[in-house]
């Protein structure tokens, strides 16, 4: 690897933990970075805001365009968003973590992770909107769409603190009831900080999730037929030192 200094038409601290996500713009690649920050931790005249940065070439980056707050209710610190592509064409959709605004060791009341989109090579975004009301406060989400157009987010869920899928099939207007992703019923009053991976192959869905519960702590993998089939027996990755999976795949020459 050879390091490479960035140059930025932004300034400001930046925090991110999902990488780039590349969309085709009049015939050229255009790379979309979803970032946040948050100088409010150590002046109160900081802030919290999550937005999107824009490159070219990978080397130069410019600002996209900001996340919009929710259309009612206080202010929600949104963070550690994650981009994937949308249910139509031209269209790219991302959720984040949320937390209290004001405080960000709060988590916001009920705890619940957002979703939003754009239509312009995310220079504007919709307002956010709520996939489940209570969720678990620290664990980042994956989203990623099915060959027949649904959305798909892989989320932990609060009370058992198992992952959970929640799908939705009219670009993102209503979402189904969440389904866990290994039953493991890991009952835990605090934050694990694992999130999972989710990936859409032709038919079927695959997940690596992660638990801390007893006798079963580690990382699985899973699979499921789309749209309404069951989700396999959890299929163990590693020992229990394994966590914090993801997956991808590669095209092979025929």
């Not at 015939?27 to 005249?45: A, E, I, S, V």
């Not at 032709?202 to 993998?221: C, D, K, M, R, S």
């Amino acid at each position: 690897w050879i390091p490479v200094e960035l140059a930025m038409g932004y300034t400001g601290p930046l925090i991110c933990v999902a990488g780039p996500y590349a969309i085709t713009e009049n015939g050229r690649t255009r790379y979309l970075f979803p970032m946040h920050r948050n100088t409010r931790r150590n002046d109160p005249l900081g802030s919290r805001d999550h937005f999107v940065l824009s490159s070219t070439s990978l080397m130069e980056w410019n600002l996209a365009g900001f996340i919009p707050q929710p259309i009612s209710g206080p202010k929600v610190f949104l963070h550690e968003g994650n981009i994937d592509a949308g249910e139509v064409p031209g269209e790219i959709k991302m959720v984040m973590r949320t937390a209290d605004y004001e405080d960000e060791r709060k988590m916001t009341d009920p705890p619940r992770a957002f979703s939003t989109a754009s239509r312009d090579g995310g220079r504007t975004w919709s307002k956010n909107a709520t996939l489940k009301a209570d969720t678990c406060e620290c664990c980042w989400n994956q989203l990623t769409i099915g060959p027949n157009g649904t959305l798909h987010v892989l989320f932990r869920d609060k009370q058992p603190r198992d992952m959970a899928l929640v799908s939705s099939h009219d670009h993102g207007a209503t979402w189904e009831k969440p389904v866990t992703v290994g039953a493991f019923n890991w009952d835990f009053p605090g934050c694990p900080h694992v999130g999972g991976g989710l990936l859409a192959l032709t038919n079927t869905l695959h997940a690596v999730v992660w638990t801390g519960a007893t006798g079963h702590g580690g990382a699985y993998h899973l699979r499921r037929a789309t749209p309404a089939g069951a989700w396999s027996a959890p299929q163990a990755l590693g020992d229990s030192d394994a966590r914090r999976g993801d997956l991808a795949f590669r095209l092979l020459p025929l």
